[in-house]
Structure formats: C-alpha cells, structure tokens
C-alpha cells in the first residue's frame, strides 16, 4: 500500500491566524484526494474532497499539485473551534471500483485566543 | 436521520474472547468499511465490502472477520487470535466507484484486558 505523509504538528496559531498545511502521497495513479477533520476520541468528519486542482469552502482552501504529489490545505480567518486533528487521505482504490483511502497519521492544530 | 451506527460506544472484554462490533448504514450505500485506530496513528483499514456476501480483506486483516448478509449491516468479530486487540474500531461506508467519499460511525472503543 502506498503511503500517505503529515507533519504531526501541532501547530501553534492565534486566532484570526492562516495557517495551512501539507500531506505527499506516493501514489501517482491517485485521482481522488480528502481532507477529514477529527476532534479528539471522535470520528473523522469530511471536510473536503478534491477531485482536480482545488476546492475552497468558506476558509477553507485545498489544493492538488501533481507534479509534486501534494495537496494543501489552507484555513484562514483560523477559529478556536478548528483546534483538532486533521486527516488527508488519498484514493488508492484506482481502476479497482472500490474507494479504498490510505490515511495520513494527521495534523494537530492547536488555536489559541 | 440518515447516518451510520455502531455499537457499543465502549466494550471491554478479557483476552481470549471474541467480540463483534456492531455498524449499521441507513444511507443506502453499497461499499462498507473497518478501520483500526490506535493513538497517534493513521486509519489502517481492516476489511471492505462493496456488494452483499462479498468482502476483501485489508492491510490487517489477521484476526478480524467480517459479514455482509445486508447491504446496511457490517459487523466486525474481534477474535482471540487479534494479539492486540485494544484500539478504536470505526466503520464507514460509501457510494460505490472509485471516487466515493466516505462517512464514518462514531466508533467502539475496545479495550482487551
């Protein structure tokens, strides 16, 4: 199975802050990227799905380079209520029918007032 | 409220026995999905089914068995051959083909004493 890389962070922000984070993947059949947002001793939440260059949603921003096997994403305007763990994880189900995600280990992002 | 469920929340059992976490889907999606989740990891994907009374085997597989007798119900049975059973147990689920986002369950957490 392909690997998925994150830096574990945390990252420090104050509020109001942009912060942004990456995630590589070695898979370069992969088609379909997702960013998941998770809260402590709960479950991934989708944040964002990227299917082709980008995808923004309010401020939030994701970004694909495939040249460079990386997708971003971008938070501004950061709120206390994005402090948690987020997930990237990349397709590796290509050419199979099935969606079968390899995770990151995720990015813990810490706002602080 | 379509969704997904497992059950219990939380489950305790000595060592040697099996157990089987419960995930049921309202969604009307054809794949399903375990994951393992143990602290400061990634999602490692146990076992996947896209149609009834078909199943793959995942990354860890070993230990776990799975069935798919309906479309909205996929239990996970924990058998005494899982050497390290304790961890976060989440189910998912997804429309079929490739690009498919999935949504998870709020998770069992099993602890294996």
């Known amino acids: 199975r392909k690997e998925v890389e994150q830096d574990p962070g945390p990252f420090n922000v104050p509020e109001g802050a942009t912060v942004a984070f990456n995630c590589t993947y070695s898979?370069?059949?992969?088609?379909?990227f997702f960013w998941y947002r998770q809260d402590c001793r709960k479950e991934p939440k989708l944040l964002m799905s990227?299917?082709?260059s980008g995808n923004e949603d309010g401020r939030f921003t994701a970004q694909l380079n495939r040249a460079s096997q990386y997708i971003s994403l971008l938070i501004r305007d950061s709120k206390l209520s994005d402090s948690a763990t987020y997930l990237c994880?990349?397709?590796?189900?290509?050419?199979?029918?099935?969606?079968?995600?390899?995770f990151g280990k995720g990015t813990m992002l810490l706002v602080s007032p | 409220d379509g969704g997904i469920t497992q059950s219990p929340k939380y489950l305790f059992r000595k060592e040697g026995q099996n157990v089987t976490l419960s995930c049921e889907q309202n969604?009307?999606?054809?794949?399903m999905y375990w994951y393992r989740q143990d602290p400061g990891q990634g999602l490692r994907l146990i076992y996947y089914?896209?149609?009834?009374?078909?199943?793959q085997k995942g990354d860890i597989a070993e230990g776990y068995s799975v069935s798919r007798e309906k479309k909205e119900s996929f239990p996970l049975t924990v058998t005494s051959a899982q050497k390290n059973p304790t961890a976060f147990y989440l189910c998912?689920?997804?429309?079929?083909?490739?690009?498919?986002?999935?949504?998870f369950g709020p998770g069992t957490r099993l602890t294996v004493t």
């Open positions: 998912a689920s997804s429309t079929t083909g490739s690009l498919g986002e999935q949504y």
């Open positions: 898979n370069s059949a992969s088609q379909s």
């Open positions: 990227v299917y082709s």
């Open positions: 994880a990349v397709n590796s189900g290509e050419g199979t029918g099935y969606s079968t995600l390899t």
């Open positions: 969604l009307n999606h054809d794949a």
């Open positions: 089914s896209q149609i009834v009374n078909d199943f």
